[in-house]
């Protein structure tokens, strides 16, 4: 039960960064803006939309398989009824799966326009916000209503900064490729990388200030980092981050440049690293989806 969870999870959480992340990157990012943000977009988009509510009933079967005690029953009629109709979880999965239809609708039906990005960022961004219910978010209340607001506000943005950077970051990728093929022109793609380096700042800044606030929260002292499963994975998920910012750093400090002054294979070799990027990424991903799992005192 577990195991589908963390799964449903992990390739939920992926799914909903590409449908905040394109958007964003569309908008924020891209030269070309919504109507060529970047290439075969509007496919992968529409395949994360179908992955997100497929994981989303994942998820949802394994939450029920774990209320009624196994897989025998977590299917029966009045197991699902209690579980989507009785629990905090059921209800705003049911409020998730309404925005997800909606999104949907929107990515198969809209053309591109600022206006159809604009709506599917918010949509997008309130499905993820909408993450902190069903995590972690609400543990701020057993030091006081003032120290819970703060830190459901702080996950709320954790989640969003987080999600936009990984999903923005493979379309970055997607124009590097391009570029490498001769499919997008050098200068389009240094333009690109300018424009998602001067955001990637303020991004990584609001990650690293929301990530203190929930660990102050969430761990009781700094023993329970070695000493708890809980801890101990969130000094994995920091490691993994901490390789993230190391390789953002690495591309705009020394790859960048290098591409500003058409040093030969410079576009290639930052492409594979955002490739790698993109990789690690998804592991910090799949320690967040187990992290969800995990209760943070022992």
Avoid at 27 to 45: D, F, K, N, T, Y
Wanted: include cysteine; glycine fraction near 10%; hydrophobic fraction near 60%.
């Amino acid at each position: 039960m577990d195991e589908l969870i963390i799964a449903s999870r992990a390739v939920h959480f992926a799914a909903l960064a590409l449908l905040l992340g394109a958007p964003f990157f569309r908008l924020a990012v891209s030269p070309h803006g919504s109507a060529r943000g970047w290439p075969a977009g509007r496919a992968i988009e529409l395949a994360a939309a179908c992955v997100a509510l497929v994981s989303g009933l994942g998820w949802f079967a394994g939450v029920a398989a774990t209320f009624a005690g196994g897989w025998s029953d977590a299917l029966a009629p009045d197991i699902l009824q209690a579980v989507a109709f009785e629990t905090r979880f059921g209800h705003l999965w049911t409020a998730r799966l309404i925005a997800l239809l909606a999104l949907l609708a929107i990515q198969a039906l809209a053309r591109p326009s600022r206006l159809r990005d604009g709506a599917l960022a918010i949509l997008a961004a309130a499905l993820t916000a909408s993450l902190v219910g069903v995590g972690h978010g609400m543990t701020g209340a057993g030091h006081g209503p003032f120290v819970a607001r703060i830190h459901m506000a702080a996950d709320i943005v954790h989640l969003l900064c987080a999600a936009a950077w990984i999903g923005a970051l493979f379309c970055l990728g997607q124009i590097l490729r391009r570029a490498v093929t001769g499919g997008e022109t050098a200068d389009a793609a240094g333009t690109t990388l300018r424009r998602f380096s001067g955001l990637g700042y303020w991004v990584v800044a609001l990650l690293l200030m929301t990530g203190c606030i929930n660990a102050v929260v969430m761990v009781p002292s700094p023993a329970s980092l070695f000493v708890t499963d809980y801890g101990q994975a969130l000094v994995w998920k920091v490691a993994f981050a901490l390789v993230l910012v190391a390789i953002a750093i690495h591309n705009r400090v020394v790859l960048t440049p290098r591409i500003a002054g058409r040093e030969p294979g410079s576009l290639r070799r930052l492409w594979r690293s955002v490739v790698v990027e993109q990789g690690v990424a998804l592991l910090v991903l799949v320690i967040v989806a187990r992290l969800g799992t995990i209760h943070p005192v022992p």
